[in-house]
């Protein structure tokens, strides 16, 4: 096996896609943005999908399934 062709992995803190999920994790304990879920939650979900698919389109390198 190869070691020098192991990909280079970043931090975690370093990731879109991990701020995007903790703050969506986070927000709906702020009371405000829990009665907007509540009474839009198909806003929500899909402005959260289109986010995800945002970044996914600007993320650099290739998605597998192993």
Known sequence: MDVSAAPVTKPIWQSKTFWVAAVTTFAPFFPP?????????WV????LGTVF?????????KVTIS
Not at 44 to 47: E, F, K, L, Q, Y
Request: aromatic share 10%; net charge positive.
């Open 44 to 47: 929500v979900t899909s402005g």
């Open 53 to 61: 698919f945002a970044l996914r389109l600007v993320s650099h390198g």
């Open 33 to 41: 943005v829990a009665v907007f879920i509540a009474a839009n939650p």
